[in-house]
């Protein structure tokens, strides 16, 4: 057992996808894998490990936001040995030509997260990217089962609720698509101990456009993402 993961050694598969919420792990468990277990409940952060595609796959909460998120990947690499860690997230659409429930591969993350600036001293702007290799077997898998894909930037934020609006209308103009608050920690964590990592997004809201999904919704409906998501989990 690690501080954060209930787990025994060897109960997490290499191979791991990471929403941010626990139901939504839950879900994923029930719905898509094969004598799913759930390995652990710690603070309600639930864990699960099954087949897919006859592959071992789990599914790990991660909590909302960076210093959690980094909790539960470093944890995952560090203890469990997971090599692949796969976010499937919801995010807040900024730019104009996105609808609600498409799909983001995030190829790199900007963030007003402090915690890189900590690590490099405030003298390096690290960019935090994904996995390519990742980011290319989750297109091509997108495309042979006809889900449009949209490969690009997002911001890893810390606040949900933003009252700097126009900083994500000067971010649109720079191509950043949409906002979440995992990535970026997501990306760094597997860069600093050598695992690979990708980010998944499936469109919640429209920020600019006030549109929204239901709570229900994001945490039981985004299927096309976690099927681009598993099949590209077990290529890997
Ligand atoms: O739906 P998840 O994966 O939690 O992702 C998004 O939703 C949460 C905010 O509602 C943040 O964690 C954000 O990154
Ligand atoms: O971080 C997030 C996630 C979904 N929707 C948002 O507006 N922000």
Request: with cysteine.
């Amino acid at each position: 057992m690690s501080v954060h993961i209930g787990a025994n050694p060897g109960e997490i598969a290499p191979r791991v996808l990471m929403p941010g919420d626990p139901l939504r792990a839950k879900w994923i468990a029930e719905t898509f894998l094969q004598d799913a277990k759930c390995y652990s409940t710690v603070r309600g952060m639930l864990g699960f490990t099954g087949t897919y595609r006859g592959v071992e796959v789990s599914v790990q909460g991660s909590g909302m936001g960076m210093p959690s998120a980094t909790i539960y990947a470093h944890e995952l690499i560090n203890e469990y040995g997971v090599t692949t860690l796969i976010r499937v997230g919801t995010c807040g659409a900024i730019v104009d030509d996105l609808q609600l429930r498409d799909v983001i591969a995030v190829n790199g993350a900007s963030t007003d997260s402090s915690m890189n600036r900590q690590r490099f001293d405030g003298l390096i702007d690290y960019a935090p990217v994904a996995d390519f290799g990742l980011l290319r077997t989750a297109v091509t898998t997108a495309e042979e089962r006809d889900i449009p894909v949209r490969v690009g930037p997002i911001l890893a934020a810390d606040l949900f609720y933003t009252d700097r609006m126009d900083l994500y209308d000067r971010l649109a103009d720079y191509g950043v698509l949409a906002v979440e608050m995992e990535s970026a920690a997501l990306f760094t964590t597997a860069a600093r101990y050598r695992a690979k990592a990708l980010t998944l997004l499936t469109v919640s809201d429209h920020i600019k456009r006030g549109e929204k999904t239901t709570s229900q919704e994001r945490e039981q409906t985004f299927s096309a993402m976690i099927e681009i998501a598993l099949d590209t989990a077990i290529t890997a």
